[in-house]
């Protein structure tokens, strides 16, 4: 009874706590995808790197022609046990947080229930193929990329 008792307060404790190590299963993601599905004359993409054992920054830039329309700054942080996705878009007045609610080997899904849209963004690799969605409310998006 003692070692079950042992084992049940151990995993219940590490339920839900994420580590750097944990972090260290989005290394796939450093570096700088090309999306492959824009509109035409439009082109995008997104810059990944590690910046510290806890966060990951990066950038989404969308182009018309030679032109820069949008940039998001994206962040991927690791704080008090938890990992979430920071997104920050012009259209918002601060940081959205996204908190990571699934994360594999090859992706990740999070999400943010009181945010306008989206509501969820998952990402899945599948070697030099990234796709990114974002989603809320009945409607999804796909942003699809290769990595340079």
Request: charged share 25%; net charge positive.
């Amino acid at each position: 009874m003692r070692l079950f008792l042992i084992l049940f307060i151990a995993a219940t404790t590490a339920y839900g706590q994420n580590t750097t190590n944990d972090l260290k299963k989005l290394d796939w993601l450093n570096g700088t995808w090309t999306r492959t599905n824009p509109k035409a004359g439009r082109s995008g993409y997104e810059t990944w790197k590690a910046t510290s054992s806890t966060t990951m920054t990066g950038k989404g830039i969308m182009m018309k022609g030679a032109d820069t329309t949008f940039i998001e700054k994206i962040r991927i942080e690791l704080k008090d046990g938890q990992i979430f996705y920071v997104a920050d878009v012009p259209e918002n007045k601060g940081e959205v947080w996204f908190a990571f609610t699934e994360l594999t080997a090859n992706g990740f899904v999070c999400e943010n229930p009181k945010h306008d849209f989206p509501k969820k963004i998952s990402y899945e690799v599948d070697g030099k193929n990234l796709k990114a969605t974002i989603s809320g409310d009945g409607k999804a998006i796909d942003y699809l990329f290769v990595k340079q």
